[in-house]
């Protein structure tokens, strides 16, 4: 039997731990500079250690992560709990909820008022 390794590529870990749906996806984030470790951007061959929080930006959503362990392989969704803690505040899931409806709900300047569907497909949405 394998051990666990004490340390990984935190684009690795990332994966493993379901945060990105590929591997090229993570470290394309740590390259952008959307991923944070201590305060520090990550390179993606940076190693993942347990205890250390990591700051993930996806989208409007700033996630922080705990590392607990570092898994051998890509985990199943019932096993992410193991090896990482979510502290993202849910105050930040809100927060981008909020932004994305308001999104939707923007009209183009001089578009005018909107029409009978337009209406429709609002009370729709929100209702």
């Known amino acids: 039997m394998v051990p666990f390794p004490e340390a990984e590529r935190i684009d690795k870990w990332l994966w493993a731990v379901r945060i990105f749906k590929t591997r090229s996806q993570a470290t394309d984030a740590c390259r952008a500079g959307s991923v944070t470790v201590a305060g520090r951007p990550a390179k993606p061959s940076r190693e993942a250690r347990p205890g ?44 981008a909820r909020a932004q994305r409806v308001q999104q939707f709900l923007a009209r183009a300047k001089g578009s005018g008022r909107p029409t009978k569907r337009d209406r429709r497909l609002l009370d729709r949405f929100l209702g």
Request: proline share 9%; hydrophobic share 45%; glycine share 4%.
């Open 52 to 95: 250390e929080v990591v700051v993930v930006r996806q989208g409007l959503i700033r996630r922080t992560l705990k590392v607990l362990a570092v898994p051998p392989a890509r985990l199943g969704a019932k096993l992410v709990a193991h090896y990482c803690e979510d502290q993202t505040p849910p105050a930040e899931f809100a927060q």
